[in-house]
């Protein structure tokens, strides 16, 4: 299973970031998939999570009403719409695949497969 994300760049405060992320090699539908982000200096940290039919997402507190999951099985692809943008916001940000059908989404060890990581950076 490879994951292939892509859209991120440099933004000013306030703008927004639609990421990609393209999953082949698998199908789609049986994973959840999730985003994570790291900072230079700081530990991998847990962005949203959303469930295999996308009935079900989860957002970390920072990004609860700013940011938002998508996904679309037909296209093989998850998103992560990221608005109101901030300059602590800036990190690479990697999606992820998890087959696990229960459990809690925000642990990263729990991942099965993993992306390259996008660049984001938000000037101030």
């Known amino acids: 299973v490879q994951l292939q994300a892509s859209g991120g760049g440099l933004v000013q405060a306030g703008g927004s970031l639609r990421l990609s992320c393209l999953v082949s090699g698998g199908r789609f539908s049986n994973y959840a998939m999730g985003w994570f982000r790291q900072a230079p200096g700081k530990e991998r940290e847990f962005v949203a999570a959303?469930?295999?039919?996308?009935?079900?997402?989860y957002l970390s507190d920072f990004v609860r009403g700013r940011f938002t999951i998508s996904r679309d099985n037909a296209k093989n692809t998850v998103y992560l719409q990221m608005n109101s943008l901030k300059p602590e916001d800036t990190a690479v940000y990697y999606c992820?695949?998890?087959?696990?059908?229960?459990?809690?989404?925000?642990?990263?060890?729990?991942?099965?497969?993993w992306g390259q990581g996008t660049q984001v950076t938000v000037s101030s």
């Open positions: 992820a695949a998890d087959s696990r059908t229960t459990g809690w989404l925000g642990e990263s060890s729990e991942y099965d497969y």
């Open positions: 959303i469930n295999w039919n996308g009935v079900s997402t």
